[in-house]
């Protein structure tokens, strides 16, 4: 609270609290847990790891003290390296079709959501779902700034489209391509489920190594019907693959 009343920004924040400790109600390994579902608390960890590991300190303790020190380094680097790809968000710009079926796998999996939306809640059938409580407006109500945006603010874009790369959905591309972040474009069309999400969970792990906000874009429902329940399907597929946390959750039809 002290850090919110001195206008400290909230992934700041978030990330401070995934970084403390508990000692007293929670063991070492939970508290590894925690840092891993926060993107900027995983990397401020492991660049902590590194230095104490790589810290001329170690020379000055006896040599038993050095190597359990070195164990207990080496098995929190190993524990939050395990499973790379998390996905610690995902962000959408709350349209119709391939955005409000990412936002829907991340409430059926209890993942947390964010993104930028147009002013007034916008989209093609007059307002986003109130249910979608956590996306946020910008002052305009176009689409293309809040697309931007939610690249911006990402680690990677997934793009989901049926048949032809046009629109949003190639302006999504050409965005995250000048703002130099990973971009994957799936046509549903072209592959099953389960390649759509063996394919998905690569490029996460090699993208994204470290967890990632994911920002997840594509067409709108009424260009491809029935592209919702697609996307909802293969992204709870995705988090059940590459967040353990997930695995306690049912796969859906589409």
């Given at each position: 609270?002290?850090?919110?009343?001195?206008?400290?920004?909230?992934?700041?924040v978030?990330?401070?609290?995934?970084?403390?400790?508990?000692?007293?109600?929670?063991?070492?390994?939970?508290?590894?847990?925690?840092?891993?579902?926060?993107?900027?608390?995983?990397?401020?960890?492991?660049?902590?790891?590194?230095?104490?590991?790589?810290s001329s300190?170690?020379?000055?303790?006896?040599k038993?003290?050095?190597?359990?020190?070195?164990?207990?380094y080496?098995?929190?680097?190993?524990?939050?390296?395990?499973?790379?790809?998390?996905?610690?968000?995902?962000f959408?710009?709350?349209?119709?079709?391939?955005?409000?079926?990412?936002?829907?796998?991340?409430l059926?999996?209890?993942?947390?959501?964010?993104?930028?939306?147009p002013?007034?809640?916008k989209?093609?059938?007059?307002?986003?779902?109130?249910?979608?409580?956590?996306?946020?407006?910008?002052?305009?109500?176009?689409?293309?700034?809040?697309?931007?945006?939610?690249v911006?603010?990402?680690?990677?874009?997934?793009?989901f489209?049926?048949?032809?790369?046009?629109?949003?959905?190639?302006?999504?591309?050409?965005?995250?391509?000048?703002?130099?972040?990973?971009?994957?474009?799936?046509?549903?069309?072209?592959?099953?489920?389960?390649d759509?999400?063996?394919s998905?969970?690569k490029?996460l792990?090699?993208?994204?190594?470290?967890?990632?906000?994911?920002?997840?874009?594509?067409?709108?429902?009424?260009?491809?019907?029935?592209?919702?329940?697609?996307?909802?399907?293969?992204m709870?597929?995705v988090?059940?693959?590459?967040?353990?946390?997930?695995?306690r959750?049912?796969?859906?039809?589409?």
């Amino acid at each position: 609270d002290d850090l919110r009343e001195a206008a400290f920004p909230e992934e700041a924040v978030t990330a401070i609290g995934a970084l403390t400790k508990h000692p007293d109600t929670e063991d070492y390994n939970h508290y590894l847990y925690r840092v891993k579902k926060n993107p900027i608390a995983m990397r401020v960890k492991l660049a902590d790891i590194e230095d104490n590991l790589s810290s001329s300190r170690f020379t000055l303790l006896p040599k038993n003290e050095q190597n359990a020190l070195r164990d207990k380094y080496l098995h929190a680097r190993q524990k939050l390296m395990e499973n790379t790809g998390y996905i610690a968000g995902i962000f959408s710009g709350g349209q119709t079709g391939a955005d409000q079926g990412a936002l829907d796998a991340a409430l059926y999996c209890e993942v947390e959501y964010g993104g930028w939306i147009p002013k007034g809640r916008k989209c093609e059938k007059g307002k986003i779902p109130a249910k979608y409580k956590e996306l946020e407006e910008l002052d305009s109500p176009e689409y293309m700034p809040r697309t931007e945006a939610n690249v911006v603010d990402s680690d990677c874009t997934l793009v989901f489209f049926v048949g032809t790369l046009n629109g949003g959905s190639l302006q999504t591309v050409e965005l995250a391509r000048k703002h130099k972040r990973p971009c994957l474009h799936v046509d549903l069309n072209e592959v099953s489920r389960k390649d759509a999400v063996t394919s998905i969970a690569k490029w996460l792990h090699e993208k994204c190594p470290f967890g990632c906000a994911l920002n997840i874009a594509g067409s709108r429902e009424s260009k491809s019907p029935g592209i919702h329940d697609k996307v909802m399907a293969v992204m709870i597929d995705v988090l059940r693959e590459v967040n353990p946390d997930c695995r306690r959750f049912y796969p859906i039809g589409e």
